[in-house]
């Protein structure tokens, strides 16, 4: 709106809870209605109206009648200073009755129609208007869809105010215009901002308000009031590229959120703020399934600090927890750079449906007539663009991974097509899901990205000493798994659930399991000194209960015995499972690997060899047999350097410091020993350090002459050699 409005609505609401600047942040009901109208052409100033929103008394006890009653007659004694006052037993009668009454004062005064809300600050639009209406399903008359801020109109007039320190009382103050509110209720003497603000406060403030926008319209100041805020009505779906540039301050993490909720429940629970275009991004687990969190961006910092205040709001019976993210996060959840992608959700207004579970030989044509069949028994929801209306989800390879996306052209399609969920295509049930664009943009991230490492760096060393550093599956289970901790458990809540068998815990073998966000799984991994113990820990403690020293809660733990390499396993993603140690996996071990080594086609090509076998022997006649030229891995298993994940949305599993042993790296394990090799311990080892390959880059530099060559754990070290020093008296002995 470019031209002033004829009458400006000066609006006030107060709820049963907290005011000032946390109105809204409690979910509180809201209970009064306060405004006046201002007569912009002639300056003039209407009488001052209330509602009063009370619940309807037929369902409460008899008792709950009298105390009501009680305080109604209190009420009428202590007469409203308004002018006019009405009441209303619910919300929408409420906003109903506004409009009503605000409909006939304008028709009576006949200066005008257009009007338009003016408040101090978003708050009672944005936070206590919208999100209550959005809760309880009530359509909001379009009166309430856009307003002035008259913070933001008085910054205006006098820009060397600050926007975040202005209140009612140095507004006033400045306009030279008198308050007589108690000095209890100025917002710069407040101390407690949750303080309920009492029914005759709102009435005064109101006619303060009215008395500053009335002198902003007056001279000398004479200020126009011609561009309102809006509130959005509708979210929009839209795309979002990696490339783009996505500011930190906009961006929040929503968390808890029920399984089934979508794009238009996240838009719906943040009611009252705008969202920017296709802001709300649905986020996977590892599994391609929803995890219960979102990543929404809004369009400017104050909307996204609005959106803090709803922290633990509900959304139906769940409460919603709401924190500050980042533009990186929300690009590797919504970015894409698919031009096909593009292309696919470029078509706006449109439904989007996931499709699951496809035959591998499923064509364009199969799909359509899933949907839309020739018999005229089944319901018929015709994919939106035919054969450009469906996108495949594929390996980079080309391979179908069964899953598709299929576009509709209105709800009722959609809804008729989700009907179809479980039917039969081909000789395969299809699981059908309404889906998001965000939702879309992960799902080709994780199947069509290239691995991140295509080809394996050539290796400085080519043989390594074969001694394997774990046990093989199933044989030494000397540690225990602790599932279904306390979130609050620590260490010392552990070792005092071990009890006696904290005696044979060895040095810096806890190991609690932590989620992509640092924060506790339920696991927690132990080493001990001996399967048996092991055995003994497991059939002793198995849930039991642990209580925990930071919080009241307490729960029965699962103890399980297991290996190392299935400790190893789980901590960098994979599964474990011990009702079923014959599971779907080629070993027979019961462990699913983690989705870094999946899927077993990604595997790396031969690289050129970095020196010849004679030149490597001429150069380094003491390690002539290692040679410098890079070995291919052996067909069925795709090793990647474990600090480098898959899939860039993998959602993996953390051990906390000390950190358990790496299991996977660049190099297999062979399962004999070749050739003798140089045995040497190396403690103090750096968490985040890169494995095998610091470790050759470590030794490389110390070449012993014949004589002096590293012999067996039995052997000896020459005592004259210099670099020697990095084998100072060897305890104990692994393999490099």
């Given at each position: 709106?470019?031209?002033?409005?004829?009458?400006?609505?000066?609006?006030?609401?107060?709820?049963?809870?907290?005011?000032?600047a946390?109105?809204?942040?409690?979910?509180?009901?809201?209970?009064?209605?306060?405004?006046?109208?201002v007569?912009?052409?002639?300056?003039?100033?209407?009488?001052?109206?209330?509602?009063?929103?009370?619940?309807?008394?037929?369902?409460?006890?008899?008792?709950?009648?009298?105390?009501?009653?009680?305080?109604?007659?209190?009420?009428?004694?202590?007469?409203?200073?308004?002018?006019?006052?009405?009441?209303?037993?619910?919300?929408?009668?409420?906003?109903?009755?506004?409009?009503?009454?605000?409909?006939?004062?304008?028709?009576?005064?006949?200066?005008?129609?257009?009007?338009?809300?003016?408040?101090?600050?978003?708050?009672?639009?944005?936070?206590?208007?919208?999100?209550?209406?959005?809760?309880?399903?009530?359509?909001?008359?379009?009166?309430?869809?856009?307003?002035?801020?008259?913070?933001?109109?008085?910054?205006?007039?006098?820009?060397?105010?600050?926007l975040?320190?202005?209140?009612?009382?140095?507004?006033?103050?400045?306009?030279?215009?008198?308050?007589?509110?108690?000095?209890?209720?100025?917002?710069?003497?407040?101390?407690?901002?949750?303080?309920?603000?009492?029914?005759?406060?709102?009435?005064?403030?109101?006619?303060?308000?009215?008395?500053?926008?009335?002198?902003?319209?007056?001279?000398?100041?004479?200020?126009?009031?011609?561009?309102?805020?809006?509130?959005?009505?509708?979210?929009?779906?839209?795309?979002?590229?990696?490339?783009?540039?996505?500011?930190?301050?906009?961006?929040?993490?929503?968390?808890?959120?029920?399984?089934?909720?979508?794009?238009?429940?996240?838009?719906?629970?943040?009611?009252?703020?705008?969202?920017?275009?296709?802001?709300?991004?649905?986020?996977?687990?590892?599994?391609?399934?929803?995890?219960?969190?979102?990543?929404?961006?809004?369009?400017?910092?104050?909307?996204?600090?609005?959106?803090?205040?709803?922290?633990?709001?509900?959304?139906?019976?769940?409460?919603?927890?709401?924190?500050?993210a980042?533009?990186?996060?929300?690009?590797?959840?919504?970015?894409?750079?698919?031009?096909?992608?593009?292309?696919?959700?470029?078509?706006?207004?449109?439904?989007?449906?996931?499709?699951?579970?496809?035959?591998?030989?499923?064509?364009?044509?199969?799909?359509?007539?899933f949907?839309?069949?020739?018999?005229?028994?089944?319901?018929?929801?015709?994919?939106?663009?035919?054969?450009?209306?469906i996108?495949?989800?594929?390996?980079?390879?080309?391979?179908?991974?069964?899953?598709?996306?299929?576009?509709?052209?209105?709800?009722?399609?959609?809804?008729?097509a989700?009907?179809?969920h479980?039917?039969?295509?081909?000789?395969?049930?299809?699981?059908?899901?309404?889906?998001?664009?965000?939702?879309?943009?992960?799902?080709?991230?994780?199947?069509?990205?290239?691995?991140?490492?295509?080809?394996?760096?050539?290796?400085?060393?080519?043989?390594?000493?074969?001694?394997?550093?774990?046990p093989?599956?199933?044989?030494?289970?000397?540690?225990?798994?602790?599932?279904?901790?306390?979130?609050?458990?620590?260490?010392?809540?552990?070792?005092t659930?071990l009890?006696?068998?904290?005696?044979?815990?060895?040095?810096?073998?806890?190991?609690?399991?932590?989620?992509?966000?640092?924060?506790?799984?339920?696991?927690?991994?132990?080493?001990?000194?001996?399967?048996e113990?092991?055995?003994?820990?497991?059939?002793?403690?198995?849930?039991?209960?642990?209580?925990?020293?930071?919080?009241p809660?307490?729960?029965?733990?699962?103890?399980?015995?297991?290996?190392?390499?299935?400790?190893?396993?789980?901590?960098?993603?994979?599964?474990?499972?011990?009702?079923?140690?014959?599971?779907?996996?080629?070993?027979?071990?019961?462990?699913?690997?983690?989705?870094?080594?999946?899927?077993?086609?990604?595997s790396?090509?031969?690289?050129?060899?970095?020196?010849?076998?004679?030149?490597?022997?001429?150069?380094?006649?003491?390690?002539?047999?290692?040679?410098?030229?890079?070995?291919?891995?052996?067909?069925?298993?795709?090793?990647?350097?474990?600090?480098?994940?898959?899939?860039?949305?993998?959602?993996?599993?953390?051990?906390?410091?000390?950190?358990?042993?790496?299991?996977?790296?660049?190099?297999?394990?062979?399962?004999?020993?070749?050739?003798?090799?140089?045995?040497?311990?190396?403690?103090?080892?750096?968490?985040?350090?890169?494995?095998?390959?610091d470790?050759?880059?470590?030794?490389?530099?110390?070449?012993?002459?014949?004589?002096?060559?590293?012999?067996?754990?039995?052997?000896?070290?020459?005592?004259?050699?210099?670099?020697?020093?990095l084998?100072?008296?060897?305890?104990?002995?692994?393999?490099?």
């Open positions: 709106m470019t031209a002033q409005v004829d009458y400006l609505v000066v609006f006030f609401t107060a709820t049963s809870g907290a005011s000032g946390l109105l809204g942040s409690d979910e509180k009901e809201l209970e009064q209605l306060v405004w006046q109208l007569d912009v052409k002639n300056k003039k100033l209407s009488k001052v109206n209330e509602l009063l929103i009370k619940p309807d008394l037929s369902d409460l006890s008899e008792e709950k009648e009298e105390e009501d009653e009680v305080e109604e007659r209190a009420e009428n004694e202590n007469k409203s200073r308004a002018d006019n006052v009405f009441t209303a037993t619910n919300l929408e009668t409420a906003l109903n009755l506004f409009c009503l009454q605000l409909t006939n004062e304008v028709n009576s005064a006949g200066a005008g129609t257009s009007v338009c809300l003016c408040t101090d600050g978003p708050l009672h639009i944005r936070q206590v208007i919208h999100p209550e209406a959005a809760s309880k399903n009530i359509l909001v008359p379009d009166c309430f869809n856009s307003f002035f801020d008259l913070r933001k109109e008085f910054k205006k007039r006098f820009p060397t105010s600050d975040k320190a202005l209140n009612v009382h140095n507004m006033a103050e400045s306009l030279s215009i008198p308050v007589d509110l108690p000095a209890i209720w100025d917002p710069s003497a407040t101390l407690d901002p949750s303080a309920i603000l009492p029914a005759e406060i709102a009435v005064q403030l109101v006619q303060i308000l009215g008395s500053i926008v009335l002198a902003l319209l007056s001279e000398p100041s004479s200020h126009t009031f011609s561009t309102e805020e809006r509130v959005s009505e509708k979210f929009e779906t839209g795309t979002c590229s990696k490339m783009e540039k996505v500011c930190d301050n906009t961006v929040i993490r929503a968390r808890g959120l029920p399984w089934q909720s979508s794009d238009q429940d996240i838009a719906r629970f943040f009611r009252g703020l705008n969202i920017a275009k296709g802001g709300a991004a649905l986020c996977l687990n590892a599994q391609g399934r929803r995890n219960g969190e979102a990543l929404v961006r809004f369009v400017s910092e104050e909307h996204r600090d609005l959106a803090l205040q709803r922290h633990k709001h509900h959304m139906g019976n769940r409460y919603i927890e709401v924190y500050k980042s533009g990186e996060d929300f690009l590797k959840i919504a970015g894409g750079t698919s031009n096909e992608v593009a292309m696919f959700l470029s078509r706006e207004d449109q439904i989007i449906v996931r499709m699951r579970g496809l035959p591998f030989t499923a064509t364009n044509e199969q799909v359509l007539t949907f839309s069949p020739e018999e005229g028994l089944k319901e018929t929801c015709p994919v939106s663009g035919g054969k450009d209306g996108l495949f989800v594929r390996y980079p390879d080309g391979r179908p991974t069964g899953d598709a996306f299929v576009l509709f052209a209105c709800e009722e399609h959609a809804q008729c989700l009907r179809k479980k039917e039969i295509l081909g000789r395969r049930y299809i699981e059908l899901f309404k889906s998001t664009a965000a939702e879309v943009q992960q799902v080709l991230n994780r199947y069509s990205s290239a691995p991140l490492i295509s080809v394996a760096p050539a290796p400085l060393v080519s043989m390594l000493p074969s001694v394997s550093l774990l093989p599956p199933g044989r030494m289970r000397d540690c225990l798994r602790l599932r279904g901790l306390p979130y609050t458990a620590s260490i010392e809540d552990i070792l659930f009890g006696e068998f904290t005696q044979d815990i060895r040095p810096h073998g806890v190991h609690m399991v932590l989620n992509q966000q640092a924060r506790p799984s339920g696991d927690c991994f132990i080493q001990l000194t001996s399967a113990r092991a055995i003994q820990a497991s059939q002793r403690l198995h849930k039991q209960i642990m209580s925990s020293q930071r919080g809660n307490s729960r029965y733990v699962e103890v399980f015995p297991c290996s190392t390499e299935e400790m190893g396993l789980v901590l960098m993603g994979g599964s474990l499972s011990h009702t079923h140690t014959h599971a779907h996996i080629r070993s027979g071990t019961g462990l699913s690997p983690p989705p870094c080594l999946t899927p077993p086609s990604y790396f090509a031969p690289a050129p060899p970095i020196m010849s076998a004679e030149a490597a022997a001429a150069l380094y006649p003491s390690i002539g047999q290692m040679m410098l030229a890079p070995r291919p891995l052996p067909p069925g298993h795709a090793y990647y350097p474990a600090s480098t994940p898959m899939y860039m949305n993998y959602t993996t599993y953390y051990p906390s410091p000390p950190g358990s042993p790496t299991t996977l790296g660049f190099f297999p394990s062979p399962s004999s020993l070749s050739s003798p090799g140089g045995l040497i311990r190396m403690p103090g080892l750096t968490y985040n350090g890169n494995g095998v390959k470790l050759i880059n470590a030794v490389q530099g110390y070449q012993y002459a014949p004589e002096d060559a590293l012999m067996h754990a039995h052997g000896h070290v020459h005592a004259h050699d210099l670099t020697g020093t084998l100072t008296q060897p305890k104990e002995w692994v393999c490099i």
